[in-house]
């Protein structure tokens, strides 16, 4: 009986030394590659205080660079480099140069995303679901080569099998149908949803976000694009996924209100190479695509054919939170007027004390955000900044017709962007984001006048509004905003 517990105590005990030895390798990773000293300490000290629980969940959780990501891009450019150099040259003569105010709003873009502004572009605000969706099933029925989709969240529901259907057709009339779907966010959808794409013909993919070795575990990484392409000719980003709540019609979030945007010139094709670049990384394909003809736009519709735009991707690739740069941008480019909606507001002390700055600077600062909450953590977190925002001048708002979902903003009246990323750590750092950001002096001014329609829609908020709460409540708070670098 002794031998036998004995022999169970000494594999306990090197059991015990072995995640000992686990912990100290996991204590050592974390100081040598954490961005922050603070995240260093804070990861640390759970992993010594915890080693069981936040070992595991460092390797989950807890890394900031998406593994080979870059290094599949390169591989395609030098498997494909003559047509790289071809879609090059065919860029090339649409880039915009830069000149006076637009350089101090789009230079540190151009450099941060190694792309360019495009000159010749219409760009046509799609707000909420039913303008949008109308929008892309059109463009979709006159398809006639392919139609690029990617979102984040595909539902089998009313709209999602609208969509399904609609694709399905258009596969069998012979447009080839190439569609990405993140499987994290996409998770509720059945396999039939997809065998029934396939069966008609439509490639289909999820984007693997655990694909290889280094990426096994990490679930934290998730690809929020929205995108869809059309031949090359018209591209649509924003706000919107594919269920019936971007419709509006959902019991639980009432109106849902959402913006997207409608492309067409040449910067069409450069969205178009940013899923490529995704479609890559998730079957190690390269389509045949439409990259010699560009049409500006003519303009006859919306936006005049003038606009300069630049299709930012960012995303946890490299060195650089190309997120965080983004944001930062915006706000300290401002002079007169930022204006930022967006589901989320649960940010770093960077990006809180580049608000402050600019607000006690006399900017009109002002951030929209949900009244009611989707996830409750990230609605909880935000209570904790209320008020440092409110002490600065920055003005906080709830919008409480509905469930707030877009993406939006805009800086004086030079500078408009319309995407999927959120105004949140997750977005800046472990999220794969793109944004249509637009230099137009009359875009940026419609954008501004959708704005003011949904701030006359919202209720301001301050510190009061946490203050004046429960014990309880305050508490659930400052515990919200410790979890806010995953959020």
Same mark, same amino acid.
């Given at each position: 009986?002794?031998?036998?517990?004995?022999?169970?105590?000494?594999?306990?005990? =090197?059991?015990?030394?072995?995640?000992?030895?686990?912990?100290?390798?996991?204590?050592?990773?974390?100081?040598?590659?954490?961005r922050? /000293?603070?995240?260093?300490? %804070?990861?640390?000290? /759970?992993?010594?205080?915890?080693?069981?629980?936040?070992?595991?969940?460092?390797?989950?959780l807890?890394?900031? #660079?998406?593994?080979?990501?870059? !290094?599949?891009?390169?591989e395609?450019?030098?498997?494909?480099?003559?047509?790289?150099?071809?879609?090059?040259?065919?860029?090339?003569?649409?880039?915009?140069? $830069?000149?006076?105010?637009?350089?101090?709003?789009?230079?540190?873009?151009?450099? =941060?995303?190694?792309?360019?502004?495009?000159?010749?572009?219409?760009?046509?605000?799609l707000?909420?679901g039913?303008?949008?969706?109308?929008?892309?099933? !059109?463009?979709? !029925?006159?398809?006639?080569?392919?139609?690029?989709?990617?979102?984040?969240?595909?539902?089998?529901?009313?709209?999602?099998?609208?969509?399904?259907? $609609?694709?399905?057709?258009?596969?069998?009339?012979?447009?080839?149908?190439?569609?990405?779907?993140?499987?994290?966010?996409?998770?509720?959808?059945?396999?039939?949803?997809?065998?029934?794409?396939?069966?008609?013909?439509?490639?289909?993919?999820?984007?693997?976000?655990?694909?290889?070795?280094?990426?096994?575990?990490?679930?934290?990484?998730?690809?929020?694009?929205?995108?869809?392409?059309?031949? &090359?000719?018209?591209?649509?980003?924003? &706000?919107?996924?594919?269920?019936?709540?971007?419709?509006?019609?959902s019991?639980?979030?009432?109106p849902?209100?959402?913006?997207?945007v409608?492309?067409?010139?040449?910067?069409?094709l450069?969205? #178009?190479?940013?899923?490529?670049?995704?479609?890559?990384?998730?079957?190690? #394909?390269?389509?045949? =695509?439409?990259?010699?003809?560009?049409t500006?736009?003519?303009?006859?519709?919306?936006?005049?054919?003038?606009?300069?735009?630049?299709? $930012?991707p960012?995303?946890?690739?490299?060195?650089?939170?190309? %997120?965080?740069?983004?944001?930062?941008?915006?706000?300290?480019?401002?002079?007169?007027?930022?204006?930022?909606?967006?589901?989320?507001?649960?940010?770093?002390?960077?990006?809180?004390?580049?608000?402050?700055?600019?607000?006690?600077?006399?900017?009109?600062?002002?951030?929209?955000?949900?009244?009611?909450p989707?996830?409750?953590?990230?609605? =909880? @977190?935000?209570?904790?900044?209320?008020?440092?925002?409110?002490?600065a001048?920055?003005?906080?708002?709830?919008?409480?017709?509905?469930?707030?979902?877009?993406?939006? $903003?805009?800086?004086?009246?030079?500078?408009? @962007?319309?995407?999927? /990323?959120?105004?949140?750590?997750?977005?800046?750092?472990?999220?794969?984001?793109?944004?249509?950001?637009?230099?137009?002096?009359?875009?940026?001014?419609?954008?501004?006048?959708?704005?003011?329609?949904?701030?006359a829609?919202?209720?301001?908020?301050?510190?009061?509004?946490?203050?004046?709460?429960?014990?309880?409540?305050?508490?659930?708070?400052r515990?919200?905003?410790?979890?806010?670098?995953?959020?």
């Amino acid at each position: 009986m002794f031998e036998q517990l004995s022999e169970k105590a000494v594999v306990v005990a =090197l059991l015990f030394l072995a995640w000992e030895v686990l912990a100290v390798a996991t204590i050592l990773n974390i100081v040598m590659k954490s961005r922050s /000293a603070a995240g260093a300490w %804070g990861w640390s000290m /759970a992993v010594l205080a915890l080693p069981f629980f936040a070992v595991p969940l460092y390797w989950v959780l807890g890394r900031h #660079q998406f593994k080979g990501y870059m !290094e599949r891009l390169r591989e395609a450019r030098a498997t494909h480099e003559e047509a790289y150099r071809e879609h090059m040259a065919t860029m090339a003569p649409h880039h915009a140069v $830069l000149e006076g105010d637009e350089i101090r709003y789009g230079g540190v873009l151009e450099r =941060l995303s190694e792309r360019r502004f495009t000159e010749g572009n219409e760009v046509c605000l799609l707000i909420d679901g039913g303008q949008t969706f109308e929008a892309i099933f !059109e463009a979709i !029925e006159s398809a006639e080569s392919y139609v690029l989709v990617q979102f984040f969240i595909v539902k089998d529901d009313g709209l999602g099998n609208r969509f399904r259907e $609609l694709l399905e057709r258009k596969s069998r009339e012979g447009v080839r149908v190439h569609f990405l779907y993140d499987e994290i966010g996409s998770h509720k959808l059945p396999r039939r949803y997809v065998r029934s794409l396939r069966e008609a013909g439509a490639e289909i993919h999820p984007f693997h976000s655990t694909q290889g070795p280094s990426n096994r575990f990490q679930v934290n990484f998730r690809n929020h694009r929205k995108i869809v392409v059309v031949d &090359g000719r018209v591209g649509f980003v924003g &706000g919107h996924n594919v269920g019936d709540e971007y419709l509006g019609v959902s019991e639980t979030y009432g109106p849902w209100r959402d913006t997207h945007v409608r492309l067409t010139g040449p910067s069409v094709l450069s969205l #178009q190479m940013v899923f490529l670049g995704d479609y890559y990384w998730a079957t190690r #394909q390269v389509p045949g =695509l439409n990259w010699t003809t560009v049409t500006p736009a003519d303009g006859s519709g919306c936006g005049g054919g003038h606009s300069v735009v630049l299709t $930012l991707p960012t995303g946890p690739t490299g060195e650089i939170e190309g %997120g965080t740069i983004f944001f930062l941008n915006a706000i300290t480019r401002a002079k007169r007027r930022l204006w930022i909606a967006s589901p989320y507001f649960v940010t770093d002390e960077s990006v809180r004390s580049a608000l402050q700055m600019v607000a006690l600077r006399g900017v009109d600062v002002r951030i929209m955000i949900p009244g009611k909450p989707d996830k409750y953590v990230p609605w =909880l @977190a935000t209570f904790a900044c209320l008020g440092e925002m409110e002490a600065a001048g920055v003005r906080v708002f709830r919008y409480v017709e509905g469930f707030l979902h877009q993406k939006v $903003l805009v800086v004086d009246d030079c500078l408009a @962007a319309v995407g999927t /990323a959120n105004l949140d750590n997750r977005s800046m750092r472990l999220n794969f984001e793109v944004s249509a950001v637009v230099l137009c002096e009359d875009f940026a001014k419609q954008v501004a006048s959708m704005l003011e329609v949904d701030f006359a829609r919202c209720r301001e908020v301050g510190a009061s509004d946490y203050t004046d709460r429960p014990l309880w409540f305050r508490m659930l708070v400052r515990l919200a905003r410790l979890f806010s670098p995953v959020l």
